[in-house]
């Protein structure tokens, strides 16, 4: 499954939970303190369920693609 790209605002990447592919999402959710999560007003709305960009990489990076990928024995 493919990294998400980030939505960037004023200057700032972030990912919205709600928009990632389901397991993702749910896995993301069930690592993250609650403390990661932010606010972000775009286009006049609050979207309440985002974290930075730069959390979602460090994860997607080092937990949630080694956990998916096979292991191979030689």
């Known amino acids: 499954m493919q990294k998400a790209f980030p939505h960037i605002d004023l200057g700032t990447g ?3 939970l709600s928009r990632l592919p389901f397991n993702q999402a749910m896995k993301l959710r069930s690592w993250l303190p609650d ?3 932010v606010t972000i007003k775009s286009g006049g709305d ?3 369920d985002c ?3 730069s959390e979602y990489e460090y994860w997607y990076d080092f937990l949630f693609r080694e956990e998916s990928e096979p292991e191979f024995d030689i």
Do not use: A, P, W
Request: charged share 10%.
């Open 35 to 37: 403390t990661s999560m």
């Open 14 to 16: 972030y990912i919205q």
């Open 51 to 53: 974290i930075q960009y």
């Open 46 to 48: 609050l979207v309440d």
